[in-house]
């Protein structure tokens, strides 16, 4: 296994303390994988990376079982396993589809929240100093969760949840060279809770989809020129 990419060395595994051995499993992988400590397009040394982590082959089979359904790994040749690949046309999908549900969930928020959910989602994106890039990740994808999460409709919930498990990754390599754009972002952020706060439908969903029109231009640079 390829454990350095970018100059970061992801050898040294942090102890696993989850309830179970597979959702320990999948949760360092997952990270390993998002955060680029796996490559994309590598092939998976099971045996290796069971070891590195101190599990047996069995839950990181079920590790990879999971990852494959999330688009984050795929069968290789000889019954081997291999990490997704990054391109620019599973970006521009994956965003074509953000670009219909989360615009208009943010209009949806803005008539159906309270004032409670609303003051919930104002405090999620405060950012605190020397964040990393993985920490920023985190507090990104709290923060547009809980806008949609507030629509209050169930299947709009589950494919966002799929959607933004699919581009972590991505919008983590932007991160990786432009964490200085979160300055953009968080401004970006407050604009759309003053909308959902002032219950402007049509601003709320105007910002959001500017907002993430505008990442998925910034990664599709990042990829290109990569």
């Known amino acids: ?3 350095r990419w970018r100059g ?10 989850v309830s179970t051995k597979a959702q320990a499993a999948y949760q360092e992988v997952r990270r390993l994988i998002v955060e680029g400590g796996l490559l994309p397009g590598s092939t998976l040394n099971q045996e290796a990376l069971a070891a590195e982590l101190g599990l047996s082959i069995t839950p990181l089979r079920e590790t990879l079982r999971r990852l494959q359904a999330e688009g984050l790994a795929q069968p290789s040749a000889h019954g081997t396993m291999s990490i997704s690949p990054l391109t620019v046309t599973e970006l521009e999908n994956l965003y074509a589809v953000r670009l219909q549900l989360e615009p208009w969930a943010a209009g949806l928020v803005a008539e159906r929240a309270s004032d ?15 964040e990393s890039a993985g920490e920023v990740l985190r507090r990104d994808r709290a923060f547009h969760r809980a806008v949609y999460t507030v629509a209050k409709n169930e299947v709009l919930i589950k494919l966002l949840d799929q959607l933004w498990m699919q581009t972590d990754r991505y919008r983590f390599i932007l991160l990786r060279d432009h964490l200085d754009d979160q300055e953009s972002a968080a401004s970006e952020h407050v604009e759309i809770v003053s909308a ?3 219950r402007d439908r049509r601003r709320a969903t105007r910002l959001t989809r500017d907002h993430i029109e505008r990442v998925l231009l910034l990664i599709r640079n990042v990829l290109l020129n990569d």
């Open 196 to 198: 959902l706060q002032e």
């Open 116 to 130: 409670e959910d609303l003051a919930h989602i104002a405090k999620l994106d405060v950012q605190t100093p020397h």
């Open 8 to 17: 970061h060395d992801y050898t040294a595994v942090t102890t696993l303390r």
């Open 1 to 3: 296994m390829n454990s």
